[in-house]
């Protein structure tokens, strides 16, 4: 379920940015056309995104205030630096100075594609404070734009990504009106192929299940796993298998078998900073802190602006007493 939980929206990845090359007359074969001079401004974002990587947030951040003030107005590049030092101040915990950043992106951004990444980043930082609401004031618009557009797998995308800040912000009832939302949505899909049906049927028990799982319904959450593991068995989306341990560990965690949690999400992705956060407040629940802060320390090496991070980071934070 890449998207839904990956949805990987902005951090740590090298954004697009699209450069411009001056007209000039057809070259003849004794004169080659000049090659475009490189854009100074989108290798800084490189460097910055590189600074990240090494957790050198206020480096990074420095760098991509650059790498705004050298692009040119209204390019992609200029929207692109915006973007990611909105990305480096979330994860240095400063989330109004990067919420600025990204309404910057957003007023700067040359076409709907840069303004789009932008309201996405923006909603994202209000799931680092697990804010529901705020969130959906900027997914909720972008799900309608993409429902208009007719794209509607990514309207069921964004729909689910925002469920999922809504779940682990303890907004139940609004995630599971976004999940269902995400879920019809993705079905609406013109000429759909039985394996991405197959998928958002997968999707959606997955989200039952957890749903129930945090309402203290274990029948209800058990019988929602087995759905989803049918789905799966199917075998037409193999590269969801990932996320069946995920889902077991989940339920156990959220209805109180620690030793089945941490079996299970040990099978799970390790480079993902919200399993290591069910991981490590498993580990807590069975007594062992040493093992419990190894994974928070290990959380904070992410640079991901994703909702896995966004749950994980300020919870990694807070458990070892940094601010």
């Known amino acids: 379920m890449k998207p839904q939980f990956l949805a990987p929206l902005l951090a740590g990845?090298?954004?697009?940015?699209?450069?411009?090359?001056?007209?000039?007359?057809?070259?003849?074969?004794?004169?080659p056309t000049?090659?475009?001079?490189?854009?100074?401004?989108?290798?800084?974002?490189?460097?910055?995104?590189?600074?990240?990587?090494?957790?050198?947030?206020?480096?990074a951040l420095d760098t991509f205030v650059a790498a705004a003030e050298k692009a040119a107005k209204g390019s992609p590049t200029r929207?692109?630096?915006?973007?990611?030092?909105?990305?480096?101040?979330?994860?240095?915990?400063?989330?109004?100075?990067?919420?600025?950043?990204?309404?910057?992106?957003?007023?700067?951004?040359?076409?709907?594609?840069?303004?789009?990444?932008?309201?996405?980043?923006?909603?994202?930082?209000?799931?680092?404070e697990r804010n529901c609401d705020g969130a959906a004031k900027y997914a909720g618009p972008l799900h309608e734009r993409y429902l208009s557009a007719g794209s509607f797998f990514e309207a069921g995308e964004v729909a689910n990504e925002l469920a999922r800040v809504c779940l682990e912000s303890g907004s139940l009832d609004q995630a599971a009106t976004w999940y269902r939302r995400g879920y019809e949505t993705g079905l609406k899909e013109q000429g759909i192929k039985p394996e991405r049906k197959d998928l958002w049927e997968f999707r959606w028990e997955h989200a039952q299940a957890r749903l129930a799982a945090r309402r203290g319904q274990q029948t209800e959450a058990q019988k929602h796993m087995t759905a989803a593991k049918a789905v799966l068995d199917k075998g037409t989306n193999p590269e969801q298998a990932i996320y069946f341990p995920y889902l077991a560990g989940y339920v156990a965690f959220h209805t109180g078998d620690m030793k089945t949690a941490i079996a299970e999400l040990q099978k799970a992705n390790q480079d993902d900073p919200f399993i290591a956060a069910l991981l490590a407040q498993a580990y807590e629940k069975q007594g062992d802190k040493a093992k419990a802060e190894e994974l928070y320390s290990k959380?904070?090496?992410?640079?991901?602006?994703?909702?896995?991070?966004?749950?994980?980071?300020?919870?990694?934070?807070?458990?070892?007493?940094?601010?």
């Open 13 to 31: 990845v090298c954004l697009a940015v699209a450069s411009t090359v001056s007209a000039q007359a057809p070259a003849s074969p004794q004169q």
């Open 79 to 128: 929207s692109a630096a915006q973007v990611q030092a909105g990305v480096a101040l979330d994860l240095m915990g400063r989330y109004t100075d990067a919420r600025a950043r990204f309404q910057r992106a957003m007023d700067e951004a040359p076409s709907a594609t840069e303004k789009d990444r932008a309201a996405r980043a923006m909603a994202m930082s209000y799931a680092f």
């Open 299 to 323: 959380i904070l090496t992410s640079t991901s602006h994703g909702p896995t991070n966004a749950y994980a980071r300020p919870l990694a934070k807070q458990k070892l007493g940094i601010k």
């Open 34 to 59: 000049a090659a475009a001079a490189p854009d100074p401004a989108a290798a800084l974002i490189k460097q910055g995104q590189q600074q990240l990587r090494e957790g050198k947030h206020e480096a």
